[in-house]
C-alpha cells in the first residue's frame, strides 16, 4: 500500500530500538523497496536484559547500533509523542512529523511503582538505562555496609538482588507473594539456595507486600518494617501510554490490541510487537525470549500486506526463563509450549552459562539479520504454541462478541 503514491518506496517507521523494534527494522529491508526508520531516544542500543549487571558494575549493558541494525535503516535519535493514525503521521518531541504507509509499534515496557506511597520519590527501579545508571551512582555512593532492599521476586528483582549481593552488600529481597511465581518449585528451591550462598535475605509469602516506601525503610503489609538505606522498585511493569494518547484502542495496561497477526484493531497500517502489544488481548509473557519472534513476525505482517497477501498469525512459543544468580550461579528453565515450566531446569555454573548464552545470542541473531535479513530462521523462532487454554479464550471471545477478528478501519482501502 503505497496511498496512492505511484511508483514510491514504502515508508515504514518502527517505534523503539529495542529486541523487537530493531528485529522488526532489519527484518523489512528485505525488500529493495521499502524505506525503513527506527526511532529510539538513544543513540545505543541497550542490552536491556543485562541491566542488572550495569548495577552491580559488570557490564556497562549498550552495543552500538552499527552492531546490530541494517545499514539501510535510517536512525532517528527521538521520542514519539502522538501518532495520528488517520494522516499515517508520528510527531517527534523535537516536533518533526514523520509520515509513513506502515508503522511498527515497538515502545516496550517500563517500570511501575504500582501506587505504592513513597515508591516513586524513595525507590530506584533499574528498568531503562538511565535508571540503571542513576541507581549504579547511588550505590557508588552509599557505605558498603548500609542495607539495601529490592522489592519484587519476578526475574529482575531476583537478578538485581543477586548482583548487588556479589559486591558484598548486605541485601534484602521482599517478594510481595511468591519468589520467582512462574518458575516450577524445584528450580525455585535452587533460586533460594542461590540467594542464600550471595548472603541475601528472602521475605515471601502473606504480608511481604510492600505498603509504604520511606527515605531510609521500607513498611510491609503486615507491619513488619524494614531499613533501608536504598530501595530497588522491581515490583511492577508497566508500557508507555503513547498508544492511550493517540487514541488507539488498548489492553487495561495500555499495549496495543491487536488480532493475531499483531495488526491494530484500529488500523491494518499499524502492527504492534514485544512487549507493547496484546494480541487479542491475552498477550504473552513479557519476556526476550518472545521478543526476537515478535519482531519478526511484525515485520513479515507488513511485507505480507505490502505484497498484497494475507498475513499469517503469530504461533511460536516461549522456549525457557533464563536466571542470572550473580557470575557463577544462573538458572535455566525450559518452557512446554504453553508456557508453563517444566520440571527440569538447570542450576549452578551451567545455569549461569545458559543465562549468558541467552543473553549473548541475540545480539548475534540481531547482527545476522542486519546483514542477511530473513537468514538463519532457526535462529529467531522457537516452537509452536501448544496452548489449549489460550486457544479456548480465543474461540469464546470470537464467538462471543466477535472480537478479535474486527474490521481494520482501512482495510475498506485496500483490495
Known sequence: MNNGRQGARTRVVVIGGGYAGVMAANRLTQRNDVVVTLVNPRPQFVERVRLHQMVGGSNDAVVDFRDVL??????????????DAAGCGVT???????????????????????????????AYPPASLE?????????????ASAPVTVVGGGPLGIETAAEIAETGRPVTLVCGGQLG????????RSVVRGLSK?????????????????????????GRELPSTVTVWTAGF??????????????????????ETLTSVDDARIVATGDAAAPSDLPFRMSLQAALPLGAHAADTVLNRIAGEAPAPFSKGIVAMCLSLGRRDGIFQPAHRDDTAMGFHLSGWLGAKAKEAA??????????????????EWRIHSWRIRDPKRQRQLEERTAGSGYPPRLHRTERYES
Open 198 to 222: 550471595l548472603g541475601v535475605t528472602v521475605i515471601d509469602g502473606r504480608g511481604s507486600e510492600v505498603s509504604e516506601v520511606t527515605r531510609d525503610a521500607v513498611q510491609l503489609r503486615d
Open 359 to 376: 543473553c549473548a545470542s541475540p545480539i548475534d541473531v540481531l547482527g545476522d539479520q542486519a546483514r542477511e535479513p530473513g537468514s538463519r
Open 70 to 83: 541494517a545499514s539501510d535503516v535510517r536512525l532517528v535519535v527521538d521520542t514519539a509523542t502522538r501518532i
Open 238 to 259: 508497566g508500557v508507555p501510554d503513547l498508544a492511550v494518547r493517540s487514541g488507539l484502542s488498548t489492553d487495561a495496561l495500555g499495549r496495543l490490541l491487536t488480532d
Open 92 to 122: 517527534l518531541e523535537n516536533g518533526d512529523p514523520l509520515q509513513y504507509d506502515y508503522l511498527v509499534y515497538a515502545v516496550g515496557s517500563a517500570s511501575t511503582d504500582q501506587g505504592v506511597p513513597g515508591a516513586d520519590e524513595f
Open 181 to 188: 511465581r512462574y518458575l516450577h518449585p524445584r528450580a525455585r
Open 131 to 143: 535508571q540503571a545508571q542513576r541507581l549504579r551512582s547511588v550505590l557508588d555512593g552509599t557505605p
